[in-house]
C-alpha cells in the first residue's frame, strides 16, 4: 500500500511522514515484545485467514482518521471486510491510547518549563507561563443513551477535549469525553489536572480563558464587569495573546486529522 505513494503524496494521505510510520511501527513491535502484549503485532485471523501485517493496519488507522470516509470504502481500500477493517482500526487506537499516549503526551522537565517561561518572559514579558488551557468540541451523532446531556451550547452532538499545550503547539496534557453540555469548569475540576496542577506547574503558571476558576497556578483573564485600568486591559491583551496558542494547537490538530471534526458513532 505504501509504496503507492511518493514521499510528497505519503504524508498528504496519511498526515505523517513515511519515516514517522516505520518510527510508530519499530516502537509498537518493541514494547509488545517487551511486555508480552500479543494479537498486535501479528497473529492467524479469525478461520484461519491470515491477519494484515502491523504496517498496513497502521495506514489503515492513519487513513481512518486523516479522511472522513466510511469503513466500508476504508476496508475495500485495504482489502478486508469492514468488520474486519473496523476492528482493526479500534484495536490500534485503544492499544496506542493506553500505551503511547503518557510517553508523548507527557509533561515538560523542569529544564523544559524554565525555558518556556523565558521565552514568553522575554517575548511578552509574562512571566511563569509554562502552558495554555483550553476545552474543544469533538462533533458526534447523536448517542443512542442520554443524548441530551451530549447537545452543546453551539446547538450541536459532542464530546469536550480538555488540553494543555506549550509554546511549539505540543499538547502537554489531554483528558476527553465529558458530554458537550458540561461546563468546561466542571471539567476541569474533574479532570486528574486539577489535583496534580500544583505539583505540575511548580512555581510557574498555565493560563486559561474566564471559564476557568482563578488559581495560584492557573491565571485567567479580568473580568469586564467594571471599569478596567490599563494595566488590566495590557493583561489581559497579553493574556489573550499567548492563550489563543491553544486554540491553534485545536485547530492544526483537527486539520491534520479531520476524523476529529466529526465522529459518526452513537457509542461514546
Not at 511486555?35 to 502491523?54: D, F
Amino acid at each position: 500500500m505504501a509504496s503507492n505513494f511518493r514521499l510528497d503524496e505519503f504524508k498528504i494521505f496519511f498526515r505523517v511522514s513515511r519515516t514517522s510510520v516505520e518510527y510508530l511501527e519499530r516502537w509498537i513491535v518493541q514494547m509488545c515484545l517487551e511486555e508480552g502484549i500479543s494479537g498486535i503485532v501479528g497473529r492467524e485471523g479469525t478461520g484461519g485467514s491470515q491477519q494484515k501485517s502491523l504496517h498496513d493496519r497502521l495506514l489503515m488507522m492513519l487513513w481512518f482518521m486523516a479522511s472522513k470516509d466510511k469503513f466500508s470504502a476504508i476496508a475495500d481500500r485495504f482489502g478486508m471486510s469492514e468488520s474486519t477493517a473496523n476492528m482493526a482500526i479500534r484495536n490500534l487506537l485503544v492499544f496506542l491510547n493506553e500505551n503511547l499516549r503518557d510517553t508523548i503526551i507527557c509533561w515538560p522537565s523542569d529544564a523544559g518549563k524554565i525555558e518556556i517561561q523565558g521565552k514568553y518572559e522575554e517575548l511578552r514579558n509574562f512571566p511563569g507561563v509554562v502552558g495554555m488551557i483550553d476545552g474543544s468540541h469533538i462533533p458526534i451523532r447523536m448517542p443512542s443513551v442520554r443524548g441530551v446531556d451530549y447537545y452543546n451550547r453551539k446547538d450541536y452532538y459532542s464530546i469536550v477535549l480538555q488540553a494543555v499545550c506549550r509554546e511549539d503547539l505540543r499538547f502537554i496534557d489531554v483528558y476527553c469525553g465529558w458530554p458537550g453540555k458540561v461546563h468546561d469548569a466542571r471539567i476541569f475540576r474533574h479532570s486528574p489536572l486539577f489535583q496534580q496542577g500544583p505539583g505540575l506547574c511548580g512555581n510557574g503558571h498555565i493560563l486559561g480563558d474566564s471559564a476557568y476558576p482563578n488559581m495560584e497556578w492557573i491565571l485567567t483573564p479580568f473580568r469586564d464587569n467594571r471599569p478596567l485600568t490599563a494595566a488590566e486591559k495590557l493583561y489581559n491583551k497579553t493574556h489573550s495573546g499567548i492563550r489563543s496558542t491553544v486554540e491553534r494547537a485545536f485547530a492544526l490538530l483537527k486539520d491534520r486529522f479531520p476524523r476529529l471534526q466529526h465522529l459518526d458513532q452513537r457509542q461514546v
